[in-house]
């Protein structure tokens, strides 16, 4: 008898390889897909960690610098009393202007009376109101209902040598440690002989808000800064951050009977009394910033709330990955 060698594989085999490539495929598959959602997943999570870090530095940054104005911190910011304003005064239809004891309004430079609130911070409401305050943000449409507003006024940059160095668009602080004087490029320039000592800085009012662009329809963070240019007025700029959805600041408060330089409580801005904003007792702030992703995330639903000091957010039970920035700045500069 002849034996024939086998050659080829049974069915047996072929299925048994059939299977196993099966199982490989299906194992490959799931890892790709699982990587694919992980990739998502990190891309998410480090734009929301850089948007969040973006916008807190800017913020935190002209936070720390309130009240600043170089040699003249700290002395009465009064016009006609050691503040001489040469340049021409902004009208209070293009400024931002707050009335926080029912006096005459504020703006953005000195006033006679003695009133200069170097730090501003209230909330807007369901009507797109700041309770009558700073009307040059609560009159913008697409607000970010219960989301603070945050002026700022300081001066900028470093010590600006020469009359050649400025722009025509902004306006400028010279001081010494005994006077002042906010020009533009358009006025004389002050010499060491009419001011001794004195440095030049840009003086700035800058505002922060949230609202919802309009182009994208994700909420933003935006700055307003004071302009000299085109009828000097309060410009707003483009979008600063994309994906900020709220913004809380608690402002620190020392409430002993004695000064003694050392935050107590942090409360909302409605709870500072002017006495207390006269007094110099706000030295502190806290920030909360709630970022969201730019885009959604259809694997994962968000279903948490998130506490921003007092303020609540519920959960939006929605694709949108989200992050708590919070960061306490101290006001070392803050005199009213």
């Known amino acids: 008898m002849i034996r024939h060698s086998q050659q080829g594989f049974t069915l047996i ?8 490539g099966l199982f490989l495929t299906a194992g490959i598959s799931s890892f790709l ?8 997943s990190t891309y998410h999570s480090e734009q929301l960690m850089e948007s969040g870090r973006i916008a807190m530095h800017l913020i935190t940054r002209d936070l720390r610098m309130v009240g600043f104005f170089g040699e003249y911190t700290g002395n009465p910011m009064v016009r006609g009393s050691g503040v ?4 021409t005064d902004i009208t209070a239809a293009n400024d ?12 953005s430079f000195p006033s006679v009376d003695g009133r200069f609130s170097s730090l501003f911070v209230g909330q807007i409401n369901s009507s797109n109101s700041l309770n009558g305050q700073y009307s040059c943000v609560s009159s913008r449409s697409n607000l970010v209902v219960d989301s603070d507003v945050i002026g700022i006024k300081r001066v900028i940059g470093s010590p600006i040598q020469s009359a050649g160095e400025l722009d025509s668009d902004r306006y400028y602080f010279a001081a010494n440690a005994a006077s002042a004087q906010i020009f533009t490029s358009a006025d004389p320039w ?12 840009e003086y700035q009012h800058i505002v922060y808000y949230l609202d919802v662009s309009a182009q994208s329809g994700l909420p933003v963070l935006r700055q307003l800064y004071l302009d000299n240019n085109s009828g000097m007025q309060i410009l707003g700029s483009g979008p600063l951050v994309e994906g900020i959805e709220r913004m809380r600041v608690l402002l620190g408060v020392d409430t002993d ?17 002017p006495q207390q ?11 909360f910033l709630l970022v969201r992703s730019l885009t959604e995330d259809k694997n994962y639903t968000n279903g948490n709330s998130y506490e921003l000091g ?25 005199v009213y």
């Open 84 to 87: 001489e304003l040469v340049a």
């Open 257 to 273: 009977t004695t000064q003694d330089g050392v935050v107590n409580d942090f409360v909302s801005s409605d709870n500072v009394t």
């Open 33 to 40: 897909v699982a990587s694919q959602r992980s990739t998502e």
């Open 310 to 334: 007092d303020l609540s957010v519920a959960a939006a039970n929605d694709h949108y990955r989200r992050a708590l920035f919070e960061s306490v700045v101290s006001l070392r500069n803050m």
């Open 96 to 107: 931002c202007t707050i009335d926080w004891i029912g006096s005459t309004p504020e703006g």
């Open 190 to 201: 002050p010499t060491e002989t009419v001011m001794p000592g004195r440095q030049i800085w």
């Open 13 to 20: 085999e072929w299925l048994i390889a059939i299977v196993i």
């Open 277 to 287: 904003w006269s007094e110099g007792r706000v030295i502190g702030a806290k920030v």
